[in-house]
């Protein structure tokens, strides 16, 4: 049996096509377009929230009905019709000229699938269950939003800047593992979900001491 493999894309400004229009569509479409993507779309019908996305200008509506030229040029496509018949035809179509293809719902016809997404900041934690099972990811995706909050993307801000400056002093592997060890058995993540301003700035100041 393959295996996915867990991969993160950047997308910016990258060509993404989706064929489909109903609330599933608008969920991938919105997410696309958060990463930057230049989204696609094909469909019969479009939801109030798609046709909005369509007259501020952040989609590209190339027809109600799918032609093989719409696969043109496209890095991935993503299928979520009610018509399985269908969905199948495109993805062996955008298989054939060599593109990524997502058929929502069923994992056999896809190259690649999307997994239930916690967002924190640049944190990003990425649950999948290989397709076998939507509603477990979900599950799971409310069980850890519940256990990671904000407070964990602004600690990933505090370790990104602390890295900068330690690579630009020229601090050793030995000392930045030893810097990034207390910080990481530190209080920090308690303190900035308490906002204690002072706090942080007493405990970065203390990492300091170890510069």
């Not at 990425?126 to 256990?147: C, D, N, V, Y």
């Amino acid at each position: 049996m393959s295996r996915f493999y867990p991969l993160l894309l950047r997308l910016d400004n990258k060509p993404v096509l989706v064929v489909g229009g109903g609330r599933v569509a608008e969920r991938k479409v919105e997410s696309l377009l958060r990463c930057g993507a230049r989204v696609f779309i094909v469909s019969r019908e479009l939801t109030a929230g798609l046709k909005r996305l369509l007259h501020e200008g952040r989609l590209t509506f190339l027809g109600k009905d799918f032609s093989p030229e719409a696969l043109d040029n496209k890095l991935l496509v993503i299928v979520g019709t009610d018509d399985m018949e269908f969905n199948t035809h495109v993805a062996r179509l955008a298989k054939q000229k060599g593109i990524m293809v997502n058929v929502v719902d069923y994992p056999s016809e896809c190259d690649f699938i999307l997994p239930s997404v916690v967002r924190r900041g640049d944190l990003i934690i990425a649950i999948s269950t290989s397709g076998k099972s939507p509603a477990f990811s979900k599950a799971m995706r409310k069980r850890l939003e519940s256990l990671y909050g904000p407070e964990y993307g602004i600690f990933l801000d505090i370790i990104a800047a602390l890295r900068s400056l330690l690579i630009r002093i020229g601090a050793s592997e030995k000392k930045k593992d030893k810097i990034f060890k207390k910080l990481w058995n530190s209080d920090m993540i308690d303190k900035i979900r308490k906002d204690d301003v002072e706090g942080i700035a007493r405990l970065i100041a203390e990492l300091g001491k170890d510069f």
